[in-house]
Nanobody
Framework: QVQLVESGGGLVQAGGSLRLSCAPS????????MGWFRQAPGKDREFVAA???????IYSDSVKGRFTISRDSAKNTVYLQMSSLKPEDTAVYYC???????????????????WGQGTQVTVSS
């Protein structure tokens, strides 16, 4: 039903910045939640940030103060502005959206029902 298109990944030096974008294609549906997860080699997928329709925003402690999530409701697009990047941020980043209602943002991947293919972010030292 909903396909997510991601862009913005790449190679950047430590201390640099990248901005990831994610938008659905196809028919328009109500997307209550939009967020980002990441997975590094040998590690489980972890929550990064989320922005839900009621204005609820939450960040993981590891990125708080460095990453900023924003959302354009008219375009159903979510952005992740990443600054002061560290080698530890290297991972495949996944966009996720949810049609499920919740009054607050969710950090659990089970609460998201549409996922992108992932985009590689590599931070060199």
């Amino acid at each position: 039903q909903v396909q997510l298109v991601e862009s913005g990944g790449g190679l950047v030096q430590a201390g640099g910045s990248l901005r990831l974008s994610c938008a659905p294609s196809g028919r328009t549906v109500s997307l209550y939640g939009m967020g980002w997860f990441r997975q590094a080699p040998g590690k489980d997928r972890e929550f990064v940030a989320a922005y839900w329709s009621g204005g609820s925003i939450i960040y993981s402690d590891s990125v708080k103060g460095r990453f900023t999530i924003s959302r354009d409701s008219a375009k159903n697009t979510v952005y992740l502005q990443m600054s002061s990047l560290k080698p530890e941020d290297t991972a495949v980043y996944y966009c996720a959206t949810s049609t499920y209602y919740s009054r607050t943002a969710s950090t659990g991947d089970g609460d998201y029902n549409y996922w992108g293919q992932g985009t590689q972010v590599t931070v060199s030292s």
